[in-house]
């Protein structure tokens, strides 16, 4: 008898910019500050946002 699971036996592993993607398509936003897509003025309008809900200290993304 095996110990492996059937449910996840076909399973693919997402990489984190395919799981940002579906998270948007699902109505959330993740994002690293870091990111170099964006410009400044978008940066300093997330760490705004992020400190806002979430308080003073920035994420490792900055």
Do not use: C, F, P
Request: charged share 25%; proline share 0%.
């Amino acid at each position: 008898m095996s110990m492996t699971s059937r449910i996840y036996h076909h399973g693919n592993q997402r990489d984190g910019e395919q799981l940002r993607r579906d998270g948007w398509r699902s109505g959330i936003l993740a994002i690293s500050v870091s990111d170099q897509r964006l410009t400044t003025m978008e940066r300093e309008a997330i760490l705004a946002i992020g400190e806002r809900l979430y308080g003073g200290g920035r994420g490792k993304g900055a």
